[in-house]
């Protein structure tokens, strides 16, 4: 409502903008972690991986369609009518979420301890003593942590590949991320298929090792068509990895600390604008292409030096 209001605004100033986005910031540190802990009290524990699967695609083909949808409003209807059908959207997704409610047999009770209630510091300092010491919720956390910094940030040397490597501009740009896109939808039956059948630990490994290997495989590609199916391949292990992942770290935290452990979750974040700082000074020395498949490999084996590091991860169900 406060973005529609400043759109509506006689004279719109870039401190608007500033603080906009600034308060959406500060609203998003609380938002993510308590809606992707709500996940697990809304669907029975059986459902989780396909739950949670299901939501990392919506939000990628949303993020996908989200820009272009809004350019069409904006050359239509302009800037201020553009932000009143976000705050419409807004509106109804606080609708829908007030009418949740748990569903039986959920997997709210988790695995481990309740924890008793403590200040704000004591609960921060309780919530990362769990993350690390419960070994199924740290091994999530680093293979998260480890894929945010090295291969998640390939997409921000996307633009170089698709004009200067490729040669497609900006429309190849727009195809590459339409291929990625279709990849996350495929992931959904992979989930289905394979996502309660064998270790989620295993998986989660697999699909992360997988997924930094398709990236070195798409950085040395000089053909656009094998770009596009390479990064179908990206779209898939990306979104289903990142789903097993997250699945492994609400499971495995009861309801006391799921939303402490879900901030932590999100703080990959961080991480990825830490990794996209580091593929851009690298690409800068080496050139884009050599820059993301180096990072894309120090990913994959790292992901497999926590496997062998942590051996028990991959038998996390």
Do not use: K
Not at 83 to 102: D, E, H, K, N, S
Request: hydrophobic share 55%.
């Amino acid at each position: 409502m406060r973005r529609c209001a400043t759109a509506s605004s006689v004279s719109i100033h870039p401190w608007h903008v500033y603080a906009t986005a600034f308060g959406m910031a500060i609203v998003q540190t609380f938002h993510h972690p308590a809606r992707a802990a709500m996940v697990a009290d809304a669907v029975p524990a059986s459902q989780l991986t396909n739950a949670i699967g299901l939501t990392s695609i919506m939000f990628n083909v949303a993020r996908s369609t989200g820009p272009a949808l809004a350019g069409f409003l904006i050359a239509a209807l302009g800037t201020a009518s553009c932000y009143a059908v976000q705050v419409g959207f807004y509106l109804l997704a606080i609708a829908c979420t007030l009418r949740l409610r748990p569903a039986p047999g959920t997997a709210t009770s988790g695995i481990g301890h309740a924890a008793p209630v403590a200040s704000f510091g004591q609960s921060i300092i309780e919530g990362w003593t769990f993350s690390w010491r419960n070994e199924a919720v740290r091994a999530g956390l680093l293979i998260m942590m480890g894929a945010s910094l090295f291969i998640v940030p390939f997409t921000t040397l996307l633009p170089v590949f698709a004009r200067d490597l490729l040669g497609v501009g900006a429309t190849g740009q727009g195809a590459l991320l339409t291929a990625m896109g279709l990849g996350a939808l495929c992931s959904a039956v992979l989930l289905a298929s394979f996502g309660d059948r064998l270790p989620r630990g295993l998986l989660m490994l697999a699909g992360v090792t997988a997924y930094g290997l398709s990236v070195v495989a798409f950085a040395t590609s000089a053909s656009f068509r094998l770009s596009l199916g390479l990064m179908g391949l990206v779209g898939l292990a990306h979104v289903s990895s990142h789903a097993l992942v997250q699945t492994v770290v609400q499971t495995h935290s009861p309801s006391a600390f799921r939303g402490r452990t879900m901030a932590i979750f999100h703080m990959s974040a961080v991480v990825m604008t830490l990794g996209s700082t580091l593929v851009g000074m690298l690409a800068a020395l080496v050139g884009a292409r050599w820059a993301v498949a180096a990072m894309g490999a120090t990913g994959a084996l790292l992901i497999v030096a926590i496997g062998v590091a942590l051996p028990r991860t991959r038998m996390i169900r």
